[in-house]
């Protein structure tokens, strides 16, 4: 009997990658037995993870579930191990439908068809691996595989720069990669036993010190990835050359690997030194904010342009992981499983507007809305989601980061107001950016090349209609009824923000570094009552 037995994690995460295998030696000429083999993978893949999660899954249970260890390489102690929780269920079911719908949308690569769809499948192993890694040097594995198949993407099928874009994106991600490896070998080798579990290693008891190192290594290699300012260059380069296939996995996968890496060894494993990168975080979540959205304001090249508005998206995620609240942290899960459908969609109408009109740049696109009428529609709706419009997962997503920090008792007064005032003004320019992009795109300067007569040829297929309704259906979904999504990981977000209320209660508010001290304390300078330090209490022993 099928059951809980059964390995089903290590079932999809090596079936793509099997799979992929065997597209060398198919009978096909023209690439259409083969787009239509990585389609049906990728397809089975998605339908197992969702009987896997519905049938197997304990949504009211935050610790690891469906674990499988094997062991793999004894000699250097690391295991195939791998589990599930309310962070990474969601995720893998995100990735698998952006993933599957990326495959589709390659349906007309006419330029070495097997190794893009091989490079595809192998792509879908490593990031599902990513997120259900229980091993840290295979969480650290499936982090550097995935790099190699997003690089050839962009250096093979993307666009004039690519090679320039794909060398750009390698060294970033590769070189702050590094930073994992030395920080989760530190912390496997800190204290009286060596393990590379992530669940061991959350129980280590490690010195302060050791703490703000190995948080401050994790931020460099995932903050690259989120990403953060001033290492977020290398997303609008990607973006900007990538295919439409690329750009959707790019935006709705690969930069929510940061944010799902932060909340899991940042702050689950390094709930301590938290407490002193928080308040950074934070800071650096305004930043994305506000000048991502408005270096968007300032791009004419539509990709470009959804790139900077994603590094916009992303500071509300550091927003909520800096609130110290569940509702902040419920907020920022929420905005990366928001965002992966939103920013997948928006990126995906971009390449089919591209494929009509063979140009990224919106001021030579005027006057489609009546050529594409289809498309307009769609665009309009995805953009209308990306700014936060009420009945949109988007609203529901930055809502609740923003009565996270505004309710967090964390901060003093001062330091909270100066970030809601400037979250409200990242809030005001998104519209502006979004909805002048659709006025210059489809109501902008007609260009005399679009003829109204070829209408029909421009407009939407009903295959892209139907990629970009799996997308926008879950959006609008979330939007009415969010528990559709929150209730997979809410129990989990619960459990890891009282881990660090728990290290907050114990945060010695004396001779603090001043930056920590301007945010923490309420200075007289800062707030007429200033407000007392709550009372310590013991934190409970820890049982390996």
């Known amino acids: 009997m099928v059951s809980t037995h059964f390995p089903w994690l290590t079932t999809v995460v090596m079936l793509p990658l099997l799979a992929s295998l065997l597209i060398p030696v198919l009978p096909d000429k023209e690439g259409r037995t083969v787009r239509w083999y990585a389609f049906g993978v990728g397809l089975l893949d998605l339908i197992l993870m969702v009987f896997m999660a519905w049938r197997y899954y304990d949504f009211s249970n935050p610790e690891f579930q469906l674990t499988e260890t094997y062991s793999w390489i004894p000699q250097l102690g690391m295991n195939w191990s791998l589990a599930v929780d309310g962070l990474s269920m969601p995720l893998i079911l995100l990735t698998g439908l952006v993933t ?65 874009a794909a060398t750009k994106f390698i060294l970033y991600t590769a070189l702050a990669s590094i930073f994992i490896l030395v920080a989760g070998l530190g912390m496997a080798f800190y204290g009286d036993t060596v393990t590379f579990d992530i669940e061991a290693l959350r129980h ?56 799902y890496a932060l909340i899991r060894m940042n702050i689950e494993m ?67 499983l928001s965002h992966g459908l939103i920013a997948a969609s928006l990126f995906f109408l971009a390449g089919v507007t591209y494929e009509r009109t063979h140009t990224l740049m919106m001021d030579k696109m005027g006057g489609l809305a009546k050529a594409m009428p289809r498309t307009f529609t ?76 070829i209408g029909l040829r421009l407009d939407a297929k009903p295959r892209e209609v139907l990629i970009t309704a799996c997308m926008l259906l879950p959006i609008i979904g979330i939007g009415f009824y969010p528990k559709l999504v929150t209730q997979s990981y809410d129990v989990k977000t619960v459990e890891v923000a009282d881990r660090i209320q728990d290290s907050l209660t114990l945060f010695s508010y004396d001779q603090q570094p001043f930056f920590t001290a301007i945010a923490y304390k309420a200075q007289p300078f800062f707030a007429a009552n200033p407000v007392a330090p709550p009372i310590p209490k013991v934190r409970e022993a820890k049982v390996m």
């Open 100 to 164: 599957t719908l990326a495959i589709c949308t390659g349906w007309q690569v006419k330029q070495k068809p097997r190794l893009f769809f091989f490079l595809m499948l192998v792509m879908y192993s490593a990031q599902i691996g990513v997120f259900i890694a229980k091993d840290m040097l295979l969480f650290f594995l499936m982090w550097e595989i995935e790099l190699v198949p997003v690089y050839l993407l962009i250096a093979i099928w993307g666009g004039p720069k690519r090679r320039y």
């Open 204 to 259: 280590k008891d490690y010195a302060l010190g050791f703490q703000l190192l190995a948080y401050a290594g994790f931020l460099v290699a995932f903050g690259v990835k989120l990403p953060i300012f001033p290492v977020h260059t290398w997303l609008p380069d990607a973006h900007g050359e990538a295919s439409a296939s690329g750009s959707m996995i790019l935006a709705g996968v690969l930069i929510k690997m940061g944010g």
């Open 270 to 336: 390094l709930p301590d030194a938290h407490i002193y990168f928080a308040p950074i975080l934070a800071v650096i979540g305004i930043i994305n904010v506000i000048y991502g959205a408005l270096t968007a304001l300032g791009q004419s090249n539509l990709k470009r342009r959804l790139a900077y508005s994603s590094i916009s998206h992303m500071g509300f995620v550091l927003l909520g992981i800096a609130s110290f609240t569940d509702l902040g942290l419920n907020g920022a899960v929420l905005q990366m």
């Open 378 to 453: 769609l665009f309009t709706v995805g953009a209308l989601a990306s700014l936060a419009l009420p009945g949109m997962s988007g609203f529901v997503g930055e809502l609740m980061v923003f009565l996270g920090i505004t309710t967090s008792d964390a901060y003093n007064p001062t330091f909270k107001i100066v970030l809601i005032v400037l979250t409200a003004i990242g809030l005001i320019l998104t519209p502006i950016y979004l909805l002048s992009m659709l006025r210059e795109i489809f109501y902008g300067a007609k260009n005399p090349e679009f003829k109204p007569e």
